[in-house]
């Protein structure tokens, strides 16, 4: 069975910094996909980034990048020039390839404060 | 993109009374799709696992006659809480895609029960 953890409840950062939310992830398989999803106030639940497994190079979407250890089994996400809007619980995300059901770590409410 | 429409976004029933929430895959098929239930500043906790045109897979501890899931079209599933009490209060969200895309979720069911 494949399990996440976020280490880290609650993070705060000032509005235009940096942060980093910690993610590792444990499994036996070698091809699966990664995510960080972000749930606002309003509690939808966004995509902001995805990495497949076989992929060496770090995803990056504008502001949010991700550190991808796959040795470690660690999949870290940074949010660069933090802004306002960021405050959010973020999950961190796991599914194999050919399976349905993602497995979701307990999540990192983020406060960014201006 | 793809969009995912869930409705009712809140509804308050009186306990012992039945609710049904649907799910809807606008511009894409889904043969299947996840059901959530979410508490307070929690993670998502998956209830069931829901597939066009066959039974529901239910996860470990879920009440298959409480929680009624049905899957009758590729873009349309439907939970319905029967006999509902205040413990069966909660967020409830729905979600399809999946693997390597990441899931697109529903906006949500809050449900109140007096």
């Known amino acids: 069975a494949q399990t996440v953890t976020q280490s880290q409840p609650e993070m705060s950062v000032q509005e235009a910094e940096t942060v980093t939310l910690s993610c590792t992830y444990d499994t036996s ?16 639940m966004i995509l902001v980034i995805r990495q497949e497994a076989y992929k060496q190079q770090n995803a990056t979407e504008n ?5 991808f250890q796959k040795a470690a089994k660690s999949f870290s996400l940074k949010i660069s020039d933090s802004q306002l809007g960021d405050t959010a619980m973020y999950f961190c995300a796991f599914i194999l390839t050919n399976a349905g059901k993602s497995t979701f770590g307990d999540g990192t409410t983020l406060t960014v404060k201006p | 993109g793809a969009v995912v429409s869930q409705h009712p976004s809140r509804v308050i029933c009186k306990s012992g009374t039945s609710v049904k929430i649907e ?17 307070p500043k929690k993670s998502l906790m998956l ?35 029967t006999s509902a009490h205040p413990e069966d209060s909660s967020f409830y969200i729905c979600s399809a895609g999946g693997t390597g895309g990441g899931y697109t979720f529903g906006s949500g069911t809050r449900l109140t029960v007096v």
């Not at chain 2, 298959?64 to 873009?75: E, P, Q, R, V």
Request: aromatic share 18%; glycine share 2%; hydrophobic share 35%.
């Open chain 1, 63 to 67: 502001r949010f990048s991700v550190n």
């Open chain 1, 29 to 44: 398989e070698n091809n699966y996909y990664l995510f960080w999803y972000k749930q606002p106030p309003s509690r939808q």
């Open chain 2, 23 to 39: 799910c809807r895959s606008l511009d894409f098929q889904a043969t299947t799709m996840f059901w959530y239930r979410q508490f």
């Open chain 2, 47 to 81: 209830m069931a696992t829901s597939n066009e045109g066959s039974k529901a897979t239910y996860e470990q501890g879920v009440e298959k006659d409480k929680f009624l899931i049905n899957h009758a079209s590729l873009t349309l599933s439907t939970l319905t809480v």
